[in-house]
């Protein structure tokens, strides 16, 4: 069982910026972030592989989200700029999720999750 622990998120304006981190204390190779908002499907955000090269990201945050790592701690941080009422949904960091290219596709499958937290983003 692969535990995650989640902290921050809140409500901003659009434009603004918020940041999530996870902490996670079994060795996977593959996690990340998906998110749902209410009536609409589950959408992968980010993945990875912590041990290897290459972040996988949906088109609909490159270029506005980045992670960074910390390894001493076993923390991630999801920074979250720019940020869009479309981006508003339950964010929940995950993990064993495979192939992390195809984790943030439809129909990716994260085996773990945490408790997840709520990104509110007005216009």
């Known amino acids: 069982h692969v535990q995650l622990v989640e902290s921050g998120g809140g409500s901003v304006q659009a434009g603004g910026s918020l940041k999530l981190s996870c902490v996670i204390w079994e060795v996977t190779s593959c996690m990340g972030w998906f998110r749902q908002a209410p009536g609409r499907e589950r959408e992968g955000v980010v993945a990875?592989?912590?041990?290897?090269?290459?972040?996988y990201w949906a088109d609909s945050v490159k270029g506005r989200f980045f992670i960074t790592r910390d390894s001493a701690t076993n923390r991630t941080d999801l920074h979250m700029d720019d940020l869009r009422p479309e981006d508003t949904a339950w964010y929940y960091c995950a993990a064993d999720c495979g192939d992390p290219e195809l984790a943030i596709k439809p129909g990716g499958v994260f085996g773990y999750w945490g408790q997840g937290t709520q990104v509110t983003v007005s216009g």
């Open positions: 990875f592989n912590p041990a290897r090269e290459g972040t």
